[in-house]
Nanobody, 125 residues
Framework: QVQLVESGGGLVQAGGSLRLSCAAS?????????IGWFRQAPGKEREFVAA????????YYADSVKGRFTISRGNAKNTIYLQMNSLKPEDTAVYYCAARLGTYYYISEHEYSYWGQGTQVTVSS
């Protein structure tokens, strides 16, 4: 089992920045896993935001956040960050991190086995 805990959400004005963190624990030692960030706005389906491979060198972004968001892994690889800049009201959502054992990253939420509880991001206009 892998446990994921997100933090860093909050209320920010449009144009502002937030950094989300995803702390992984449990069955992580000796295992490789890719991480994805997803978000779900009220009344909408959950959507892919960004993903990163185990090594941290391969990253993929949704078109809606490309150039504004950056996904990265800490040196210990058990903490994954989502730096969000130039935030827009349409970025308002609950943000989730997800993990899948393996070295690569994945875009589909169906590929991920482990999910965090989510953190709320609200961007005011």
């Amino acid at each position: 089992q892998v446990q994921l805990v997100e933090s860093g959400g909050g209320l920010v004005q449009a144009g502002g920045s937030l950094r989300l963190s995803c702390a992984a624990s449990g069955r992580t030692f000796g295992n490789y896993y890719g991480i994805g960030w997803f978000r779900q706005a009220p009344g909408k389906e959950r959507e892919f935001v960004a993903a990163i491979d185990w090594g941290g060198s391969l990253r993929y972004y949704a078109d809606s956040v490309k150039g504004r968001f950056t996904i990265s892994r800490g040196n210990a690889k058990n903490t994954i960050y989502l730096q969000m800049n130039s935030l827009k009201p349409e970025d308002t959502a609950v943000y989730y991190c997800a993990a899948r054992l393996g070295t690569y990253y994945y875009i589909s939420e169906h590929e991920y086995s482990y999910w965090g509880q989510g953190t709320q991001v609200t961007v005011s206009s």
